[in-house]
């Protein structure tokens, strides 16, 4: 990279986190009070309650059985609306859940509606510090974050049980998180469309002590225009096609493994059918990974 790059680089950073609080503090963020949750987008099993860490998960099972006395952070949590799915379901204790949302809008509905949870107002990508919790989940906010692996590689350390996330994935070349790349706009400013290598996030958290994932493939991405002045913006210099441009889910578990890691791949029919070429690039170098890390 060279230097007027890098110079250029940090600008644009710079004011992405000087303005981040007013770019997520739109009247269209109030859509997020309707999102929905499955047990799907979470990292929570009845297996890793009957402390079964090594059991595959092929199917997208409920959650019944209670889990107790354990501490959950949700990374942007904006209108509370997982918080209100785990609520509405009994299973867990409330009082120990803890949001990070960068919205004001966001975190000032979820103090106001569900008090029972400790909810922070904060850039998570400038915490310095980040206590321990038993789960931790993200849907769909570190892709939009500056340097995604590094802020994966924060919650990494700081889970004690279980992960999960989903997020905007290629399958081949670097991850990129670069604002005069990809970026998408607000009417109040520009934020981070990064797109994470599906295999680098895999191998950080084996690194970081994980050792059972189930990797949830959900096909192709929709094409993301070409036109810098779009809403949703990714450059020309890079091919979509080439990089196999898609979204990925991963629930992890960290457990030490026993000859190689546990690593489950699934996807429904018809995104198999629809990105078979994908589907086959991925079960190739799952395999090697597994391999790679073996004992």
């Known amino acids: ?13 710079d004011e992405y986190h000087n303005n981040v609080i007013n770019t997520w503090s739109t009247k269209m963020y109030e859509k997020y009070k309707n999102s929905l949750w499955r047990w799907a987008d979470l990292p929570f099993s009845d297996s890793i309650t009957d402390n079964k860490y ?25 209108m509370g609306s997982a918080y209100e799915f785990l609520k509405a379901s009994k299973l867990l ?8 949302e960068v919205s004001r809008m966001g975190y000032e509905h979820c103090l106001k509606n569900y008090p029972d949870a400790k909810w922070i107002h904060q850039d998570f990508t400038k915490m310095q510090k980040l206590e321990k919790y038993d789960y931790i989940f993200e849907r769909n906010a570190i892709h939009h974050m500056p340097e995604p692996l590094k802020a994966y590689k924060k919650l990494f350390k700081s889970t004690n049980t279980a992960f999960s996330t989903c997020f905007r994935s290629c399958l081949k070349g670097e991850t990129i998180s670069d604002l005069e790349l990809a970026n998408f706009k607000t ?30 493939f959900g096909g192709k991405h929709e094409k993301i225009s070409n036109n810098s ?29 026993e000859k190689s890691p546990v690593i489950t791949f699934v996807a429904r029919p018809d995104n198999i059918i629809k990105n078979l070429k994908a589907v086959v690039l991925i079960f190739f170098k799952l395999r090697k990974i597994k391999k790679a890390y073996s004992k």
Do not use: H, W
């Not at 990279?1 to 950073?13: A, D, E, F, H, V």
């Not at 059991?55 to 904006?78: M, Q």
């Open 1 to 13: 990279m060279t230097s007027k790059k890098r110079k250029n680089m940090k600008s644009s950073n």
């Open 54 to 78: 090594l059991a595959k998960e092929y199917l997208n099972c409920p959650v019944t059985k209670k889990i107790k006395n354990k501490s959950i952070l949700e990374i942007g949590s904006a």
């Open 93 to 100: 204790d409330s009082c120990k859940y803890t949001g990070i």
């Open 187 to 216: 009417d109040n400013g520009v934020y981070f469309c990064s797109i994470i290598n599906l295999f680098d996030l895999i191998e950080l958290a084996i690194k970081e002590g994980f050792g059972n994932f189930k990797i949830t």
């Open 229 to 257: 002045s779009n809403p949703f913006y990714l450059s020309p210099k890079v091919n979509q096609e080439k990089i196999y441009l898609s979204r990925c889910k991963i629930k992890m578990i960290k457990v030490k493994y």
